[in-house]
């Protein structure tokens, strides 16, 4: 399921056939996620989830704010 090539900054990236099921859980419509480096980004909302180890973290719990991931995504 997970793709085992690294980018050239050692992060693991998600397969693409993963990433076209993987979806919000927060939002009753399951918007899908774009990958912005070690970050799953919604693409309706702008929510973030943690890729750790290349695995997606989508449990509620594990949301970043809009706001937060604003300032996640700036200062790359």
């Known amino acids: 399921m997970l793709h085992p090539r690294c980018l050239p900054q050692g992060r ?3 397969d693409p056939d993963l990433l076209k099921i993987l979806a919000n859980p927060l939002e009753p419509d399951r918007p899908p996620l774009r990958e912005e480096g070690d970050y799953l980004v919604c693409t309706k909302t ?3 989830f943690p890729v750790v180890g290349g695995i ?7 949301a970043i704010p809009v706001e937060k991931m604003k300032e996640i ?4």
């Not at 997606?56 to 594990?62: C, I, N, S, T």
């Not at 995504?73 to 790359?76: D, G, H, K």
Request: no cysteine.
């Open 12 to 14: 693991q990236v998600i």
């Open 46 to 48: 702008g929510v973030g």
């Open 56 to 62: 997606p973290h989508l449990l509620p719990e594990d």
């Open 73 to 76: 995504l700036s200062a790359r």
